[in-house]
């Protein structure tokens, strides 16, 4: 896991023994709730598709976090965008996450999460965000090395 400040970011990556495509279909798996230890449940309008709005319930520390998250880009089995905005002290932030598929080999990848914070007072929630966006993505990322070793 590498953290920045500037801006407030996490990034992460994980190898998998699955080409890029098979790793892109495991993950906008509708019904990956059942395998998948970061998911409580996921929601979506239209798929992974630009534009769609997924509504995900994370599992963290804390208990249930659900948040709604618009799609800005998707591009099979290389990248997905996922944005989202909240409020803190009556101005808005956003948080935007990144999925990247990389081809390593003929049957490897590379999946990649980058999770960045952005906002007036960013710095405020940063701590308390950190921390729960890293169980996430931990619990993702590891929940799809175990699902892809399944296959």
Same mark, same amino acid.
């Given at each position: 896991?590498?953290?920045?400040?500037?801006?407030?970011?996490?990034? &992460?990556?994980?190898?998998?023994?699955?080409?890029?495509?098979?790793?892109?279909? $495991?993950?906008?798996?509708?019904?990956?709730?059942?395998?998948?230890?970061?998911?409580?449940?996921?929601?979506?309008?239209?798929?992974?598709?630009?534009?769609?709005?997924?509504?995900?319930?994370?599992?963290?520390?804390?208990?249930? $976090?659900?948040?709604?998250?618009?799609?800005? @880009?998707?591009?099979?089995?290389?990248?997905? &965008?996922?944005?989202?905005?909240?409020?803190? $002290?009556?101005?808005?932030?956003?948080?935007?996450?990144?999925?990247?598929?990389?081809?390593?080999?003929?049957?490897?990848?590379? &999946? @990649?999460?980058?999770?960045?914070?952005?906002?007036?007072?960013?710095?405020?929630?940063?701590? @308390?965000?950190?921390?729960? &966006?890293?169980?996430?993505?931990?619990?993702?990322?590891?929940? $799809?090395?175990?699902?892809? @070793?399944?296959?």
């Amino acid at each position: 896991m590498i953290e920045s400040n500037s801006p407030f970011s996490l990034h &992460v990556g994980i190898h998998l023994k699955i080409p890029s495509q098979m790793a892109w279909d $495991l993950f906008i798996q509708s019904n990956q709730a059942k395998w998948n230890h970061a998911l409580q449940s996921l929601e979506a309008t239209l798929g992974f598709h630009t534009g769609s709005m997924l509504t995900l319930q994370f599992q963290t520390l804390r208990g249930a $976090l659900k948040t709604k998250l618009e799609v800005i @880009e998707s591009s099979p089995a290389h990248s997905l &965008v996922l944005q989202s905005h909240f409020r803190h $002290l009556l101005f808005q932030h956003t948080e935007q996450w990144v999925v990247r598929f990389h081809k390593q080999e003929t049957q490897h990848s590379l &999946v @990649e999460f980058q999770y960045v914070l952005s906002g007036p007072f960013a710095a405020r929630v940063w701590q @308390e965000k950190k921390l729960i &966006v890293n169980n996430i993505l931990n619990l993702w990322l590891e929940s $799809l090395k175990l699902q892809s @070793e399944r296959l």
